[in-house]
Structure formats: C-alpha cells, structure tokens
C-alpha cells in the first residue's frame, strides 16, 4: 500500500505470558490509537528476547499469545503491518551493519544494558543483551520510521538510533529517516503498585505490584486494592509526596479518559479506598473484553498465522528495499541472480 502518512514503528518483547499495564499504557495503547493516523508497522521482537535465556516451548507460545494480545487489545491487521521480528532476515542483516557503525564506548553507555547486566551478573550476560540497542536501531530504520511509540525507558535507545543514522547517513549519504521518539507525558512511566518508585516490569522482585492483562481479573483487581499509597487521606496530585496515588490517579485517568484535575475533584472529601476501588472496578470492565478477544484469536491458530504471513511480506517489501539501499551505499558487490 503506497500511502502519504508519517510512518511509525515499534516492537515489544515476548518474554512474558502476559503483557503488563505499564507495557499497555506506555506504549501499546498508543499503537493502537496511532493506526488510524499512521503506515504503522508492529512487531514482536523475538530476536530481542533470546538475549536472555529462554525455553523454547515457552518462546513460541509467548511469541503467539503476544500476537494474540495485540489483536485483543485492538490492533487491526487492516490498519498496521503486524509480525514477528524473526519472520524478517533483514533485521539481523541491518543488525550486523549498524554494530558496525557503533562505537565499543558508545554501547557500553546504555543505561538498560548497565542496570540489566548489572542484576544479573557479567557471567550470565551475553554479548547479545549488549548490542540489544544496535538491534534495535536496524529494527527502526529498516522502516524509515518517522515516529517511534515507546515508553520512557526507552528513551535513550531512539537517542541512539538517531545518532546512527545521522552517522551513517553523513558518511554515505542519505539514506536513513532520523526518527523521533513517540512518548506521552501521562503514561510514559507507570510504576509498581506497592513500590510506586520503580517502574512497573515483569523484573520485579515480587509479582505483588504488577497487574498482567491476562491475569484471572480477581487477582488483578485485588493488586489495586492493595496498592501502596501513603499515610495521608486526602487524594492529590504530588509526583514527589504522593508518589502511589499519583500513579494510581493516572491509570484512572488512561483508563477513564478522565483527566486528572477532575478526578482530583471527584474523589474530593473521599479517603485513598474510594480512589483503589473506583480503579479496580473500572479496570475488570475493561480488561474483560480484552481478555475475551485475546482468548478468541489463540483458539484460531489459523487466522493468527494468516495474518503473520502477510504482516511479514509486507514488512519484507520495506525492510528488503532499505537493506538493499544501505549494503549498496556501504560497497557490498550487488549479487547477481
Ligand atoms: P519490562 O520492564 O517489564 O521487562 P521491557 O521494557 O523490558 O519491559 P518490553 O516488554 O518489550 O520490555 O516493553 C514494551 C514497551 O513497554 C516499551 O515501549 C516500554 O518502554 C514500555 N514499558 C515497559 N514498562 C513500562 C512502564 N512501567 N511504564 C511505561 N511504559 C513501559
Ligand atoms: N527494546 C524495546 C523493544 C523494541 C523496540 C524496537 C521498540 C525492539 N525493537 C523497535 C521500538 C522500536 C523494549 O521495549 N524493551
């Protein structure tokens, strides 16, 4: 499809059964949203995810029920290019170039590399979770990405991305979209709803603040209920002092389409409770359908495979020009078929 519209990309990793609300309202939501105005591409980055150690029974079916996720939470295959980021070779391919264009220095400065590494020691981190980023940037500039819709931490890796391409770019000529980040203020850092200074993450030391969508809803909604708030009573917007029910009050906010200041003034002479409950109701009404949708789609195998094989052709068509372009520009001898 030939289209005049800016151009978006993003992946998220299968590395968990389920994905998170700070996953959701970082980043998927505006994926979703982002269709209908943009040439959308989404993938699953499976190739991201082997960074770490995985099963692979449980990569494969991870890698379907994310899939399956996207769809149920309003991804349309009519509307975007959905694919797993393995189904194209190109990425690897870029990969490999862009490692190139990387400086030893310049990777070792990546915060989520230092603080993953960090936690799990040097002996169990692979050189790939090292050029995790450089992936990454092949990924984005495969597609000539003008907007890339992620959350906060994220950040420093579209930073990056930017760098290389202007780079690659000066030395060779044009040949890569400098794209921007895409993150919304709101929702750019959902935290952990019992340590509301962390950012929610599957990598939690407990599953305790951490609401998965396919989660049974009980349990989710049991989490919010129990959220760690402060020893104040009255329900204001304090970053800082009111760090817990600030973070609550923007889920409410995402959720509801309520802003802030009004839910401020709704909950006005009402305690923290009122605020986790409201919340809680709200988030099983939504979640439901969700779940519902999601469960549907991993019950039609078929379909899912369907819409994979023409997301990956179309992805290929994009990806294969850019490569080309990139392993000319670079000196490679054109192979002749
Ligand atoms: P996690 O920290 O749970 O391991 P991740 O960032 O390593 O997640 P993905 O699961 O692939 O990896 O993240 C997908 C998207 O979700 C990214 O755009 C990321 O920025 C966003 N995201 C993850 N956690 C949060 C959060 N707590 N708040 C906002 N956005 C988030
Ligand atoms: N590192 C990202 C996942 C990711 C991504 C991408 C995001 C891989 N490739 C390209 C945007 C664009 C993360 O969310 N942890």
């Known amino acids: 499809m030939v289209t005049d519209r800016p ?3 993003s992946g998220i990793q299968p ?12 980043a998927v939501r505006q994926w979703v949203s982002l269709q209908e105005t943009h ?4 993938m699953v980055v499976d190739l991201h995810a082997i960074t770490v150690e995985q099963d692979p029974a449980t990569l494969r079916e991870n890698t379907r029920v994310s899939v399956a996720q996207l ?9 975007c290019t959905l694919f797993i980021q393995s189904h194209v070779p190109e990425h690897a391919q870029l990969g490999w170039v862009m490692n190139c264009f990387t400086g030893f220095g310049e990777a070792a400065r990546m915060t989520q590399f230092k603080d993953k590494s960090g936690k799990q020691g040097a002996d169990r981190t692979t050189v790939g979770l090292f050029t995790y980023p450089i992936l990454q940037v092949a990924d984005i500039l495969l597609y000539q990405a003008d907007q890339v819709p992620v959350g906060e931490d994220q950040r420093q890796h579209i930073e990056l991305t930017r760098d290389l391409a202007e780079r690659f770019n000066s030395r060779l000529g044009q040949t890569f979209t400098v794209p921007n980040p895409y993150i919304l203020k709101e929702t750019a850092k959902i935290f952990d709803l019992q340590d509301p200074t962390s950012k929610m993450s599957k990598s939690a030391s407990t599953p305790k603040g951490l609401v998965n969508l396919l989660d049974e809803v009980k349990t989710s909604t049991k989490k919010i209920k129990s959220a760690v708030t402060d020893t104040g009573t009255v329900v204001s917007y304090d970053e800082q002092e009111k760090a ?4 609550l009050l923007r889920i409410h906010s995402a959720i509801s389409g309520r802003s802030v200041p009004e839910l401020v003034e709704h909950f006005e002479g009402r305690m923290y409770g009122a605020l986790k409950t409201e919340l809680a109701e709200l988030y ?3 979640v439901a359908p969700i779940q519902q949708r999601t469960r549907s789609y991993l019950d039609d195998p078929a379909e899912l495979d369907r819409v994979l094989a023409r997301g990956a052709e179309k ?4 990806a294969g020009e850019t490569l080309a372009t990139a392993y000319d520009r670079i000196g490679f001898l054109a192979a002749k078929r």
């Open 39 to 42: 040439d959308a591409f989404y």
């Open 315 to 318: 992805a290929r068509a994009v």
């Open 7 to 9: 151009r978006v990309l």
């Open 284 to 286: 099983a009404e939504w």
């Open 15 to 26: 590395t968990s059964g389920s994905f998170h609300l700070g996953n959701y309202l970082g």
């Open 244 to 247: 817990g029910v600030s973070n």
């Open 71 to 79: 769809l149920g939470v309003g991804l349309d295959p009519e509307r």
